[in-house]
């Protein structure tokens, strides 16, 4: 997946196999020399859940919601 732009946009579906439930997305980031600062936030159908400050090499996102 490659973004560019100040407003880059991708939908990921990450498919599950049956009976298992995912903890988190564990992401490896490339960027090129001099990237100046950026973010990243992550939606779940259409509400923010995540939000990163770029560039990162790795990002732990967690897909379940932090309880009580």
């Known amino acids: ?6 407003q880059g946009e991708a ?3 990450l498919p ?5 439930e995912p ?8 960027f090129p020399a001099g990237l100046p600062q950026g973010y990243l936030d992550v939606l ?6 995540f939000h990163a ?3 990162a090499e790795t990002l732990r996102i967690p ?3 932090k309880g009580p």
């Open 53 to 55: 400050t770029l560039p």
């Open 23 to 30: 903890q988190a997305l564990e992401l490896k980031l490339a």
């Open 44 to 49: 779940s159908e259409g509400y923010p859940f």
């Open 16 to 20: 599950v196999n049956p009976g298992l």
């Open 11 to 13: 939908t990921l579906y």
């Open 1 to 6: 997946m490659e973004l560019t732009g100040s």
């Open 63 to 65: 897909l379940k919601p």
